[in-house]
């Protein structure tokens, strides 16, 4: 079955360090992965995307994703935290071309950056 | 730039009673969504749709309709509300383009409770 999983509910930073949220994912085929951030009372904002090329992929507010085919991840990063960072983080996954367009999403992670 | 509209953000119902929540997106995207967020779970597809005249089922269907007459609209009907419905609905839109790795826009969501 296909799957996207985020095994941490809760990420704790201070501000300043780096951060990382976790992402990892299991789809037949080539996946198309995504990372999205929802503020509260909000919908879900795009961050960034994952389709092919360099593994290493730069988004929206100086985040960051880095793809792992061997691994199955695709991890979230921030090299320093601000306090403004902290929100509700959702990966998600489609399945290349066979999905009819829909995604399969992590349960998210709440990421609490303190001062 | 409106982007995604929901309407209302905020419903109280009673078991048993029907409401219409609205989707309008002023993007000319081809692909529209409706997902249920609880907490701890993600997002669940509720139903979607590829166009004008086109609507399929997601992963929890049951007890809900859309139906797709425009481009622009695509609204989620309850027909008999149940307090198990109680959660905040997020409709979304995206462009399909030829390789279906588009994002997708969210609306603000419809926090929903039902008594």
Partial sequence: ??????????????????????????????PYLFWYVQYPNRGLQFLLKYITGDNLVKGS???????????TSFHLKKPSALVSDSALYFCAVRAGLDSNYQLIWGAGTKL???? | NAGVTQTPKFQVLKTGQSMTLQCAQDMNHEYMSWYRQDPGMGLRLIHYSVG??????GEVPNGYNVSR?????????????APSQTSVYFCASSYIGPYSNQPQHFGDGTRLSIL
């Fill in chain 2, 69 to 81: 007459s425009t481009t622009e609209d695509f609204p989620l009907r309850l027909l008999s509300a």
């Fill in chain 1, 61 to 71: 507010y100086g985040f960051e994703a880095e793809f792992n085919k061997s691994q």
């Fill in chain 2, 52 to 57: 004008a005249g086109i609507t399929d089922q």
């Fill in chain 1, 1 to 30: 079955a296909q799957s996207v999983a985020q095994p941490e509910d809760q990420v704790n930073v201070a501000e300043g360090n780096p951060l990382t949220v976790k992402c990892t994912y299991s789809v037949s085929g080539n």
């Fill in chain 1, 112 to 115: 609490i950056i303190k001062p």
